[in-house]
């Protein structure tokens, strides 16, 4: 129980240290977290299929931003100082838990079929 309590707040504490590390990394490109899932994860290409075409639109012109600034060598603060990001907002992830809950309970329900 004592090892528990301590490793978890060794784990919280690197974990804290790890997403200030990759704020600033996702910062200087203008990234979200959710723009550095894989689109060819089946959950994550099924919720990108549901999601709202703003928030496609505004995934696909954050991607090319940061393509376009890491081709100049240049950070998103050079051209908007001032610019409010959300690096860490949750559009599409709902989703995917919803969906992996899905499949989850499909594989559950059908397990007597492998038998």
Same mark, same amino acid.
């Given at each position: *129980? +004592?090892? =528990? *309590?301590?490793?978890?707040?060794? *784990?919280?504490? #690197? #974990? ?34 549901? +999601? ?6 505004? =995934?696909?012109?954050?991607? &090319?931003?940061?393509?376009?600034? /890491?081709? &100049? ?6 051209y908007a100082p001032? *610019? ?17 809950? =899905?499949?989850?309970?499909? +594989?559950?329900?059908?397990?007597? /079929? &492998?038998?």
């Amino acid at each position: *129980m +004592a090892l =528990r *309590m301590i490793t978890d707040k060794v *784990m919280g504490f #690197a #974990a804290k240290q790890y997403q200030t590390v990759l704020g600033n990394q996702l910062s200087q490109y203008g990234l979200r977290y959710e723009d550095l899932l894989i689109e060819e994860n089946r959950e994550v290409k099924e919720a990108l299929e549901l +999601a709202d075409a703003d928030v496609l639109t505004a =995934r696909t012109r954050r991607l &090319k931003r940061a393509i376009d600034l /890491n081709y &100049k060598r240049k950070s998103l603060q050079d051209y908007a100082p001032n *610019m409010d990001l959300e690096l860490f907002k949750q559009e599409i992830y709902p989703d995917i838990e919803k969906i992996r809950a =899905r499949d989850n309970e499909y +594989a559950q329900l059908n397990a007597h /079929n &492998k038998q």
